[in-house]
């Protein structure tokens, strides 16, 4: 049992990857949109399979992002400690500046800090994509320190 659930925001649901979703996901992160902000390289099928279609769990949660039931996304979280660690996100190119990312990240937040204790979140953006900095603001995540070309920015829930 992975402990992967599916999670709901407003806009967003986010369902656990599976092997079903291998060729999408190839195809994403193979694509120059995705690799722009996402190391900046493309991947192979075969890194993807290793990485993104749920075979690192439960250390790592990888998900697809939906909206009104399409894939926009690839989303996932990794573990540090028991109470912290950090995610990482990309939508496709036709569903940023929609409200979808923030959305998705509220919906991952929650769950990792409700349901698993989480005290801490991180995110590490490419300083120079505005649209993803500000987006994460938008979640409640704030700059701590650059490094190299991204942005270390953390969420911590209030009190």
Request: aromatic residues 12%; charged residues 25%.
């Given at each position: 049992m992975t402990g992967d659930v599916a999670l709901d925001g407003v806009l967003t649901r986010l369902v656990p990857t599976t092997e079903n979703d291998l060729e999408m996901l190839a195809s994403w992160f193979a694509g120059p949109d995705f690799v722009e902000n996402w190391g900046g390289i493309p991947l192979s099928r075969q890194q993807v399979a290793e990485k993104?279609?749920?075979?690192?769990?439960?250390?790592v949660g990888s998900y697809l992002v939906l909206a009104h039931?399409?894939?926009?996304?690839?989303a996932q979280y990794w573990h540090a400690d028991a109470t912290e660690g950090g995610i990482d996100m990309v939508l496709t190119p036709d569903a940023q500046g929609r409200g979808l990312g923030p959305d998705a990240a509220r919906a991952l937040v929650t769950h990792l800090c409700s349901e698993r204790g989480w005290r801490?979140?991180?995110?590490?953006?490419?300083?120079?994509?505005?649209r993803a900095v500000r987006?994460?603001?938008k979640t409640g995540f704030r700059p701590l320190a650059r490094e190299g070309r991204n942005l270390l920015?953390?969420?911590?829930?209030?009190?």
């Open positions: 993104y279609v749920g075979r690192r769990r439960p250390r039931g399409t894939a926009v996304g690839y801490r979140v991180t995110v590490d953006p490419v300083a120079t994509n505005i987006a994460w603001e920015m953390e969420w911590c829930p209030a009190g």
